[in-house]
């Protein structure tokens, strides 16, 4: 567990920020009141977490009233598109490259799926099809966990007011949190995810932002916290640590995003000039720069290859990477992304997500060049 | 030597990656994700993955899973349904093996450096003038040469099956000994992608074809009875075929999936002196005279393979089209070929 590694996970999770575990520390030890509580230890446990919820208000551009704390991601999700759902009925809609923790609930829902484009991009024209005053709720990430891909939430947002207008904007920002001014982006959605452990905060998790004048139905009932929204103990030490992590991260925004974005294209530009025959995904051909997707993130397809081979290879030279996702068996599932965007199977089973965070080093990248070109290399010569 | 074990989750395979590790091998665990969602309960499900993975842990070995999906489809289960829509018998283990164990995942251990791949399979490897071979293993009502007919010299070469030389008792014994947590774990029966639970094979053919109901004739053309479903009908089959008031037990001797016709007879005419078959190979040499089994824990019968005909050496009873007859010399493995 402690041998150097070169970490090229991000997307997945992330290193615990200092700042995080020096916040969580004294919940872990002395400071285990239940925020619930009456006495003066409850208390100060519910004063550490109400701060958290300040910050999170601050970089999420609304009311601490309006930040929910969840188990992560995932219940985030879920609580706004079966939340939305079971208040106001209707019908769901989503785009075709969401997280499975949004379209799961919108598949067991029988919403609609709007197609994108081969960049990854949402088909506004399609999207204007499946709006209809039916529609309760459209889903649609800022940006996307595989590729990075960032979706133009304000020119969707203009759609829906048009032609859904009673439909509600969520947005899963778990990915995007970490590298751009979520505020301004999201400023359009009604209801906005994030998770702790994607910004170096703990696993175990996240926030929905429900805007005021959003009603939605709990999915977790009992004791009635997070406003009746969530109910459970508060995850205390969790909540500042993520507190803590979004304090650092939009401390640091501008200055990441500038570092780690360059590191990101020497990457790139290195393997795209080293291995013959790959592919960046969601990036146009002759396009100036990459800032149609987060700087962290390296998306590539090698032809001829099968990621699962490469990620072993990959492995034995301590460099942690992952392609598509891992399903609960742990094996490496096809792409539902990368089909979206019209990859074939062949193709998008030899993709290569590298995705960069605030601790990655020019270290990181060199070694990352120096075993991925080999690699691929070994592995098209075996024709595997 | 680096050593990549097939684990399934099962006992077999759990006590194949221990003998190994014990034996000094640099071995590394890996579970084929062939078919089946988060909630599956047939064979190499979540739950045996799982298994699988802690088996490993408590050896201290890594362990990997590889989604050979895509392949199991196209390979194993696709030539099962259309098999079963001409009426002929599909092989689904023998395609696993040829295609998958012993073809891609051979390739992918070859890819990542590994020397050898070791399952837990039954059978032995024997090393003979004439080259490898695959040998009964020493526990003969478990033996499963039957199922690795097909193994070449090259892929002999590359492979290794510790159980061999054990009975099945002593590969439990030995994982209670070593406190596997599959010691006890009831083997897998039947067909790995087709759940009993839930409706079996019919459910699974009918959600894939239209199955088509059939009338039953005898050999005189008579019609005697109806099958709902003549793609489920197997050679020598006695029960289910909707017949009555015979005089003696009528067996399907012959199933036209496409005519709609299932032709029953006595066990007079449910044997026959010869097999035509395809497919004939030979490990070496052909042999003259051999044993022949034709199901995969079938008694053998002794015949003769001559003009692309196995000749029993007395009455046999019919081989379904497509069935595989390994033939043995002795306790070897000497070719094989499939019912015309």
Redesign the interface.
Known sequence: MSQPVVYLDNAASTPLRPEALDAMLPLLTDGYGNPSGAHRMAREARRRIDDARDVLAAGLGCEPGEVVFTSGGTEADNLAVLGVHARHGGTVVCSAVEHPAVLEPVRHLGGRVAPVDCLGRLDLDALAELLDESVSLVSVMLANNETGVIQPLDEIAELVRRLAPGALLHTDAVQAFPWLDVTAMARPADLISIAGHKLGGPKGVGALVVRSGVTLAPQLLGGGQERGLRSGTHNAEGIVGLGAAAAATLDQLDETATRVGALRDRLADGLLAAVPDTVETGIAPGAADRSGKVPGSCHLCFAGIESEALLFLLEQEDIMASAASSCSSGAQHPSHVLEAMGYDRALAGGSLRLSLGHASTADDVEQALAAIPPGVARLRAHGS | MRVLVAMSGGVDSSVTAALLAHQGFDVTGV?M?LWGG?QDTGCCS?AD?DDA?RVADQLGIDH????FG?EFERFVVDPYVAAHARGATPNPCIECNRHLKFDKLL??A????FDQVATGHHARLVETPAGRRVGRGADAAKDQSYVLHMLDQDQLARLRFPLGELTKAEVRDLAAELGLRTAHKPDSQDVCFISHTGGGRRRFLAERLALTPARVVNTAGARVGEVDAAELVTIGQRHGLGVSGAAEAQYAVDVDVPGATVTVGSRRELVVDASPVTALRWAGHPVEAVLVQTSAHGRVAEARVADGTVHWARPHRRVAPGQALVFYDGDLVAGSALAA
Do not use: E, P
């Open positions: 579970t994700k988060a979540v993955v993975r990997h899973v590889f989604n895509d390739r992918r070859g890819a990542l450096g």
